[in-house]
């Protein structure tokens, strides 16, 4: 069965620090990646995703993630974080092909200082 | 122009009450999900819908039944409620198994 983890479990950065956030997944055929972030009291929201092509994607709010998929990793980025990126960041993996759920990581919380 | 709406958005009742939540999307998405969200953040699907079709039955106790009356409306019925189903609720919806739109939540609390 596919598993996601995300092995940070809480961050803490000033702003401006640059960010990279783990995520690793046990499948190693065919997949769909996603990173979602949670703002403190909101609903999930797409940050990016990744089906095929280009393994570097670029999201919304300057983050960025790579696909490697010699490491099953799919690392979100952020070159230089906001007070306002303090968030839940959840990676999630849909496969499997046919796999009609997306599995969950545990999700990482993070701080940004201002 | 909300998306993915539930409602309540807030729900406090008493042990061994019956309670629904319910779920709408009109962004025409051929599936809907409810995720349950614990206290430390955890997010765990529950059922999901492709077309009003049952296709994820997570093990969930069967006090929750969920029900489709159609494709833009996922209800979600909790029978004799117990202090462990406190969490917060997430509908979402999705159009060929892509990426997820959630609803704004609903937070249970059981008393």
């Known amino acids: 069965a596919q598993s996601v983890s995300q092995h940070n479990h809480h961050v803490i950065l000033s702003e401006a620090a640059s960010l990279e956030l783990g995520c690793n997944y046990s499948?190693?055929?065919?997949?769909?990646l996603f990173w979602y972030v949670q703002y403190p009291g909101q609903h999930l929201q797409l940050l990016l995703k990744?089906?095929?092509?280009?393994?570097l994607v670029k999201g919304i709010k300057g983050f960025e993630a790579e696909f490697i998929k010699s490491k099953f990793s799919f690392n979100l980025r952020k070159p230089s974080v906001q007070w306002s990126d303090t968030a839940e960041y959840f990676c999630?993996?849909?496969?499997?092909?046919?796999?009609?759920?997306?599995?969950f990581g545990t999700g990482t919380r993070l701080k940004v200082l201002a | 122009d909300t998306a993915v709406s539930q409602t309540p958005k807030y729900l406090v009742t008493q042990m061994g009450n019956d309670k629904s939540i319910k779920c709408e999307q009109n962004l025409g998405h051929d599936t809907m999900y409810w995720y349950k969200q614990d206290s430390k953040k955890f997010l765990k699907i529950m059922f999901s819908?492709?077309?009003?079709?049952?296709?994820i039955n997570e093990t969930v106790p069967n006090r929750f039944s969920p029900k489709s009356p159609d494709k833009a409306h996922l209800n979600l019925h909790i029978n004799s409620l117990e202090l462990g189903d406190s969490a917060v609720y997430f509908c979402?919806?999705?159009?060929?198994?892509?990426?997820?739109?959630f609803g704004p939540g609903t937070r249970l609390t059981v008393l």
């Open positions: 979402a919806s999705s159009q060929n198994f892509n990426e997820q739109f």
């Open positions: 819908y492709n077309n009003k079709e049952l296709i």
């Open positions: 999630a993996v849909n496969g499997p092909p046919g796999t009609y759920k997306d599995i």
């Open positions: 499948y190693g055929g065919t997949v769909n």
């Open positions: 990744y089906f095929s092509g280009d393994p």
